[in-house]
């Protein structure tokens, strides 16, 4: 009964691959995002979706993208992967202010 | 199991004064606390980050102050202004499996 989850846990892959993380989440919220976890921790938001907007955060490289096949997906597609990509990427679903987090995907790129 | 109070849960105060928003965890053994701001149908916006080995940090308008023997931390508004209504969430990172833990949020509303 996991409200939100994240595939894969782990990914470790070179610089220059396409990478993709999925994300799902069984809450029936209408709103999805995607966060980036520094090094320092630092938790940013990369983008915020529902079936009418995406809300692109400004400093996120046009590298990311995400997909939303239906309203209980949004992936995160990674495309030519560099080495400060490396972090932990955290999906979350919210209905109104509560935010519900899936458990994070720790990217590692070498 | 650790739990983030906020307090209070909403409040309303006219522009123009400073403003203090609480948060309170009951487990100290926390890697940072951070604090976000949350406008209808956005997702969170960063404000402060404090490692658990600071006391305070600063941006701007907003002060955030950490006292993690005590289980504390306080965000300062100065000054506050029509935009700065949303609702400011705390929010810890654990040391022991990297959970990050959220407060319910404080609901601000800045009367013109």
């Known amino acids: 009964d996991t409200a939100v989850s994240q595939t894969p846990k782990y990914l470790v892959t070179q610089m220059g691959n396409d990478k993709s993380i999925k994300c799902e989440q069984n809450?029936?919220?209408?709103?999805m995002y995607w966060y980036k976890q520094d090094s320092k921790k630092f938790l940013k938001i990369m983008f915020s979706y529902n079936n009418k907007e995406l809300i692109i955060n400004e400093t996120v490289p046009n590298r990311f993208s995400p997909k939303s096949p239906d309203k209980a997906h949004l992936n995160l597609h990674i495309n030519s992967l560099e080495l400060g990509d490396s972090a932990v990427y955290f999906c979350?679903?919210?209905?109104?202010?509560?935010?519900?987090f899936g458990p994070g995907t720790r990217l590692t790129v070498t | 199991k650790q739990e983030v109070t906020q307090i209070p849960a909403a409040l309303s105060v006219p522009e123009g004064e400073n403003l203090v928003l609480n948060c309170s965890f009951t487990?100290?053994?926390?890697?940072?606390l951070q604090w976000f701001r949350q406008d209808p149908g956005k997702g969170l916006t960063s404000l402060l980050l404090i490692q658990s080995s600071q006391r305070e940090q600063t941006s701007g308008r907003l002060n955030a102050s950490l006292d993690k023997s005590s289980g504390r931390s306080t965000l300062y508004i100065a000054a506050s202004q029509p935009g700065d209504s949303a609702t400011y969430l705390c929010?810890?990172?654990?040391?022991?499996?990297?959970?990050?833990?959220f407060g319910k949020g404080t609901r601000l509303h800045i009367l013109p």
């Open positions: 809450l029936g919220h209408d709103t």
């Open positions: 929010a810890v990172l654990m040391n022991r499996d990297d959970k990050i833990i």
């Open positions: 979350a679903s919210s209905h109104q202010y509560e935010q519900y």
């Open positions: 487990d100290s053994a926390i890697y940072n």
